[in-house]
Every structure is written in C-alpha cells, then in structure tokens.
C-alpha cells in the first residue's frame, strides 16, 4: 500500500495476556519508529530502527516491551502480561533515512485496551 | 532531557477566529515540525522549520521558528471547522528520536 498500516486497529485483552501488535511501513523507508499516546496526549517514544542497526529502545517502559523488525521491513511489537497502565494507542512510523525535513508518516495506530 | 511545552493545552473558539498556538523549550532545536492529528488517524506533517526566524505559511497557517531556535508558534487566520484536531509540535533529540509536545486540542465550531 501507498501508506503505513498497523494491526489490529483495535485489540482488546485481559490483564496478563500478551499482545502483538504489527506494522508495515512504506516500502523503502529504511526507520520506523514505535510510539505510545495516552488518551488526548502527545507521543511517547518506545522504539527506533535503522537499516540493520542496533534499534534505539530507549524508551521502552518496562522488559515486558519488546521489539523486532525482520528483514527492514514488518516490525512487531510485542507487550508481555499487559497492564492496565499500558492501555493506549500505539503509533507506528516510517521515514526515509535522509529525508529528516519531510517528516514521519504514521499509520493509524493500534488502540490497546486491557481490561 | 529536551521538552517541548505547548500552551494552550485546550482552544475552543468560533468559525472565524485567529488563534496562535505556541511551542516552547529551554533546548535548542536543529528543526521544529508541526504536524495535525484527527480522531482514529495518526498524525500528519503540516510543516518542518530549520532556521531561526523562520516563517512558513500554509494557506491560513503561519508557523514561525524562534530566532534562537528554542521556540516556535502556529498562527491559523479565519479558523475553519476543518481545523479541528490536535497539534502537536515535535523535534529531533538526536538524529533519531523524535521529542512531541503533549499537543493542543483546537475545536472550532460553527
């Protein structure tokens, strides 16, 4: 597709379970990024990927957040025992590895919920 | 740590309206973007700033870089009930993360 897609757009799960949420980036850009929005707020970031770098997790909250992008392209975020706390949309970003200027393209988000 | 504070948290105002929404930091910023977010969509890129008292319109919008890049404004002339949404003003800490300021909420009704 011509843009970046995330699934599933909304996930519901009980506290304890683990998730995994998918993005698919436009194709040829080379970072993605993972962020975090709580109800009505700005970003936060997880995770950055580049090329076949050592990704920036950084901002991961807790070891029960994990990442992984296979071969540049899909990148699953994987969120084990969930918390109530963790309960957000989750954004997905690409961008080309040059092309600072013209911004992140973000897909849809996925809207975690767990009850 | 870089932050991005951004007044008004929340503007509600009449078709027809100026409003400014600003962006500030105590950091310096090789570049500010503006981007607008709707409900169920993640954001969009409006602008990218990179030099310091740099203005850039966008039909009614007018963002402004600060001289010392350490501050940046969004002026929308005559608001529509189409700019509606969240904006949010985010820079690069680092080459690679991208810092987002906690975003205004701007409705506009009719």
């Known amino acids: 597709g011509a843009g970046v897609s995330q699934s599933p757009s909304n996930k519901v799960t009980e506290k304890g379970k683990d998730v995994e949420l998918r993005c698919d980036p436009i194709?040829?850009?080379?970072?993605l990024y993972w962020y975090r929005q709580s109800l009505g707020q700005g970003l936060e970031f997880l995770i950055y990927f580049q090329g076949n770098s050592a990704p920036d997790k950084s901002g991961l909250p807790s070891d029960r957040f994990s990442a992984e992008r296979t071969g540049g392209s899909v990148s699953t975020l994987t969120i084990q025992r969930t918390q109530q706390e963790d309960s957000a949309v989750y954004l997905c970003?690409?961008?080309?590895?040059?092309?600072?200027?013209?911004?992140?393209?973000f897909g849809p988000g996925t809207r975690l919920t767990v009850l | 740590t870089q932050l991005l504070e951004q007044s008004p948290q929340f503007l509600s105002i009449q078709e027809g309206e100026n409003l400014t929404v600003y962006c500030n930091s105590s950091s310096v910023f090789s570049s500010l973007q503006w981007y607008r977010q709707e409900p169920g969509e993640g954001p969009v890129l409006l602008v990218t700033?990179?030099?310091?008292?740099e203005v850039k319109k966008l039909k009614r919008l007018t963002f402004q870089f600060g001289d010392a890049r350490k501050d940046s404004s969004l002026h929308i002339t005559a608001a529509q009930p189409g700019d509606t949404g969240l904006y949010l003003c985010?820079?690069?800490?680092?080459?690679?993360?991208?810092?987002f300021g906690a975003g205004t909420r701007l409705a506009v009704h009719p």
């Open positions: 985010a820079g690069y800490g680092g080459y690679n993360k991208l810092i």
């Open positions: 970003a690409s961008r080309h590895r040059d092309r600072v200027d013209i911004g992140q393209f």
């Open positions: 700033v990179v030099t310091g008292g």
């Open positions: 194709s040829g850009h080379t970072a």
